[in-house]
């Protein structure tokens, strides 16, 4: 599948290119982005490399991952302000299942840009003219409060906690998980938890 831009008033989601290697570098350094994330810790110049020029690319060519940088929305080559992608699992001709991930630039957090382009992402996945996803799953490490936010945005159903069920950096740690399932309603289902704190 070739990469396409997602847009609206507020967000526009372009593929990261060559040009996006330094940003990325610096935001994958920043401390709240290797707590809750997955990226090599430390981050360097050649992580950011590899992830713009093979994974990104191999993902979409593959058809197994897309990935997007957030971006500002008349800004066609503007600096990332955050990533947003959608895995696809699933043989030809069964029910697609996938997987949401982002995260968010620290000059970028409050401003609601991973909730609007996380809702970009997710409404062309489950459109049949998009990938037609089954489901699109979530989770998250317990305590990520802003990731579990934007899921609850979008009207993500929070299943619960499994224990030791992510991997970060050769450690299994305790996720949160979440589904949202075509025609669920976008919006949030339950209250916002109590013992969240504030945002």
Same mark, same amino acid.
């Given at each position: 599948m070739e990469p396409f831009v997602l847009a609206t008033d507020s967000v526009r989601l372009s593929v990261p290119t060559a040009a996006d290697v330094e940003r990325v570098a610096e935001v994958c350094a920043d401390p709240e982005v290797a707590r809750w994330t997955t990226v090599p810790s430390p981050y360097t110049r050649g992580d950011a490399e590899a992830f713009v020029e093979r994974f990104v690319p191999d993902g979409w060519r593959d058809e197994t991952a897309f990935t997007w940088a957030v971006r500002a929305p008349a800004a066609s080559d503007g600096p990332v302000l955050g990533?947003?992608?959608?895995?696809?699992?699933?043989?030809?001709?069964?029910?697609?299942?996938?997987? !949401?991930?982002?995260?968010? &630039?620290? #000059?970028?957090? %409050?401003? *609601? =840009?991973?909730?609007?382009?996380? +809702? !970009?992402?997710?409404?062309? &996945?489950? #459109?049949?003219? %998009?990938? *037609? =996803?089954?489901?699109?799953?979530? +989770?998250?490490?317990?305590?990520?409060?802003?990731?579990?936010?934007?899921?609850?945005?979008?009207?993500?159903?929070?299943?619960?906690?499994?224990?030791?069920?992510?991997?970060?950096?050769?450690?299994?740690?305790?996720?949160?998980?979440?589904?949202?399932?075509?025609?669920?309603?976008?919006?949030?289902?339950?209250?916002?938890?109590?013992?969240?704190?504030?945002?």
């Open positions: 990533m947003v992608g959608m895995t696809r699992e699933g043989a030809p001709g069964t029910d697609l299942s996938g997987e !949401l991930g982002y995260w968010c &630039a620290p #000059d970028a957090r %409050g401003r *609601g =840009l991973i909730t609007e382009a996380a +809702r !970009l992402v997710v409404d062309w &996945a489950v #459109d049949p003219e %998009g990938l *037609g =996803l089954a489901v699109v799953r979530w +989770r998250a490490n317990v305590g990520n409060w802003p990731s579990r936010r934007v899921a609850w945005k979008l009207g993500f159903r929070y299943e619960g906690t499994l224990r030791r069920f992510g991997q970060q950096r050769g450690v299994l740690v305790d996720s949160w998980v979440g589904s949202y399932v075509p025609h669920d309603p976008r919006v949030p289902n339950e209250p916002w938890p109590v013992e969240a704190p504030a945002a």
